[in-house]
């Protein structure tokens, strides 16, 4: 085990636990790498709620998790699962990035295309489109 892999078990310990398929875990240049395929939103919640116990604010640069949920097509309906506040929309895949509009605690939205397994294009009701952080994002 490495430091990265040690400061990380518990990471790597509930993608397992999850039943993440096709897991791999590797480091490269001091970023640890977590990828595999989640058998529905649960499992990639364990994941990420694992990394958030240990990075409240997913902001580490030393890893890169890449767990997909398989099968959500473009057109999925999607509940927006933050704690309280809205979920912004982006316009490009990046928190650095304008603020096009909002979606509430509890709204549905459409998925236009799983972009990145961090950041997901969204379309409102209101037909508001824009990148939202896929954590916060429900099928």
Known sequence: ???LQDKYASVISAAQSAGVSNLQVSEQDGILYI???AGNTAAKDAVWNALGAIDSTYSA????VDVQVAGLAAGATLMVATE?????????????????G?????ESVTLVEQTSDDWW???TADGEEGYAYARYLQA
């Open 61 to 64: 640069s030393d890893i890169n």
């Open 102 to 106: 909002k979606a509430a605690k509890g």
């Open 121 to 123: 294009k969204v379309k």
């Open 35 to 37: 990828s595999g395929n």
């Open 1 to 3: 085990m490495n430091a």
């Open 84 to 100: 309280s506040s809205n979920l912004n929309l982006r316009q490009e895949p990046s928190t650095e990035a304008a603020i096009v």
